[in-house]
């Protein structure tokens, strides 16, 4: 079971990247996804969320409307594409799979818990 | 959005060690609440979800408990390997959201 990231790198305040991250060992199209990021020497960051069939995705509210979260489960791939980036955007981005559970009541949401995380990929916002 | 509040932010203790961190959240949010250990240049790892079930390759030194806006990760019998940082988080919303994490130190 492995999530690998990549696309990151350094780019100009207001521009654009594209990360992917490739999913192996496990059946892709079965779980939720989800971006997490770290800026440096800071803590995590949970950014955006996508369902299993990319019909259904959240964002907080650092990113919403500036990042665009998508899958193509035919490749094993999920994706963040990140525009009008600011020098805030600083981190290293990970990938990771949500597993979940029962709730604790008949009718209760599930419990979602992100169980496998990639090593991440680094961007850098600076001109 | 629910804000998510560790304390300590750091704490040291010595090998053999037990150690309780807390977290509390801004609002109710049942047993929706996971915990991550991070150590330096790693990736997070899952220690702990839906409050107090252990994740399958997680030492049984570890344990979670709390419900509603009060929660604790325990460690006990401290190990080399334990000094990192832990961090919780809730998935009661859907917009997900981490406490600021605290710092392990040895002693």
């Known amino acids: 079971v492995q999530l690998v990231e990549s696309g990151g790198g350094l780019v100009q305040p207001g521009g654009s990247l594209r990360l992917s991250c490739e999913a192996s060992?496990?059946?892709?199209?079965?779980?939720?996804m989800a971006w997490v990021r770290q800026a440096p020497g800071k803590g995590l960051e949970w950014l955006s969320f996508?369902?299993?069939?990319?019909?259904?995705?959240h964002y907080a509210d650092s990113v919403k409307g500036r990042f665009t979260i998508s899958r193509d489960n035919g490749r094993n791939s999920l994706f963040l594409q990140m525009n009008s980036l600011r020098i805030e955007d600083t981190a290293i981005y990970y990938c990771?799979?949500?597993?979940?559970?029962?709730?604790?009541?008949?009718?209760?949401?599930?419990?979602?818990?992100?169980?496998?995380w990639g090593k991440g990929t680094t961007v850098i916002v600076s001109s | 959005d629910i804000q998510m509040t560790q304390s300590p932010s750091s704490l040291s203790a010595s090998v053999g060690d037990r150690v309780a961190i807390t977290c509390r959240a801004s609002q109710s949010i049942g047993t929706y609440l996971n915990w991550y250990q991070q150590r330096p240049g790693k990736a997070p790892k899952l220690l702990i979800y839906a409050a107090s079930s252990l994740q399958f390759d997680v030492s049984s030194r570890f344990s979670g408990s709390g419900s509603g806006t009060d929660f604790t990760l325990t460690i006990t019998s401290l190990q080399p390997e334990d000094f990192a940082t832990y961090y919780c988080?809730?998935?009661?919303?859907?917009?997900?959201?981490f406490g600021q994490g605290t710092k392990l130190e040895i002693k």
């Open positions: 990771a799979r949500e597993d979940s559970t029962e709730g604790p009541y008949s009718g209760s949401p599930p419990y979602q818990y992100m169980d496998v």
């Open positions: 060992g496990f059946t892709f199209s079965a779980y939720e």
């Open positions: 996508v369902s299993t069939g990319g019909g259904t995705r």
């Open positions: 988080q809730q998935s009661y919303s859907p917009l997900y959201s």
